[in-house]
């Protein structure tokens, strides 16, 4: 069955960094494009970056562009998220996503406080 699980969360002051991972099985991984998902309270999620299978192409929020970078390698079934000079607005759960054949597979999610 598909497993994404996410690690690399944690509490980071203004302007820090983080990388996020996540960890694929279950499906050829080299196939799907990946996602990473943000989730913060009493806001909507929010579709944070997006790489496709062969990782040529990216696409970012505007709200993240130039901060983050999302990544892949296909060999490893792993999908990044480099996170540089954090805002407090980035505090959310943060979830990998991948949509196969119309079926969304999310991880459990890695929380990423921005806080002085």
């Known amino acids: 069955q598909v497993q994404l699980v996410e690690s690399g969360g944690g509490l980071v002051q203004p302007g820090g960094s983080l990388r996020l991972s996540c960890a694929a099985s279950g499906f050829l991984f080299s196939l799907y494009d990946m996602n990473w998902y943000r989730k913060a309270p009493g806001k909507e999620r929010e579709l944070v970056a997006r790489i496709t299978s062969a990782g040529g192409s990216t696409k970012y929020a505007d709200s993240v562009k130039g901060r983050f970078t999302i990544s892949r390698g296909n060999a490893r079934s792993m999908v990044y998220l480099q996170m540089n000079n954090l805002k407090a607005e980035d505090t959310a759960v943060y979830y990998c996503?991948?949509?196969?054949?119309?079926?969304?597979?999310w991880g459990q999610g890695t929380q990423v406080t921005v806080s002085s």
């Open positions: 996503n991948s949509y196969q054949m119309g079926n969304n597979y």
